[in-house]
């Protein structure tokens, strides 16, 4: 750069800072083949890398905030915002996940406390389990993009299982028949 008062050439140095994104499943086991895009905050798309077979995407920001989100298939994270400072390295982790909640109800609209919700992996063991609360409902933090079963048990009495796919937060019903 020149300087015209001077007539001297000055160097200007500017350090960037390294942000490492890595993308795990619940255990924070990395994830491989995540698109992670990073956006101006407010403003366009800055860059994009795919996850690693660790889960790691690397970037090099200059001060300012960003925002990200990770991205497979159905799933996307949603935009997550972030502050770079001068001259200081980011770790940032991203657990590729999703809230599922599972209501015990009924075809009126009722909502049942007290019954057991059970979580497999599709053809394997269970996961997770909750009892429904006051308003029939359970939650679960699952893995995105698995494929998952539910029942629904009380006093020895268990549904079917029932399938499902995770790809955003969603909410399930499981209907009690009227007997």
Do not use: M
């Not at 960037?16 to 698109?35: D, E, H, M």
């Not at 905030?65 to 001259?87: A, D, L």
């Not at 006051?134 to 698995?146: H, I, M, Q, R, Y």
């Not at 079963?149 to 796919?165: D, I, M, R």
Request: with cysteine; hydrophobic share 30%.
């Amino acid at each position: 750069d020149y300087d015209g008062e001077t007539g001297k050439d000055s160097i200007l140095e500017y350090k960037l800072s390294k942000v490492v994104i890595k993308v795990t499943n619940k255990q924070g086991q990395g994830l491989q083949s995540f698109l992670v895009r990073v956006y101006n905050a407010g403003a366009g798309e800055w860059g994009n890398a795919w996850s690693d077979a660790n889960g790691f995407t690397t970037f090099w920001l200059i001060e300012g905030n960003y925002e990200y989100t990770v991205e497979k298939g159905c799933y996307n994270s949603g935009k997550i915002p972030f502050t770079v400072v001068y001259s200081n390295d980011y770790n940032l982790v991203q657990k590729a996940t999703v809230n599922v909640t599972i209501k015990v109800g009924d075809h009126q609209g009722g909502a049942y406390k007290g019954y057991l919700v059970r979580v497999y992996k599709a053809g394997g063991s269970q996961i997770a389990y909750q009892w429904s609360n006051d308003s029939g409902l359970t939650t679960f933090e699952l893995d995105a993009l698995t494929n998952y079963e539910y029942l629904v048990e009380k006093n020895g009495a268990q549904s079917p299982k029932k399938p499902f796919t995770t790809c955003v937060d969603e909410t399930l019903e499981y209907k009690l028949a009227k007997v």
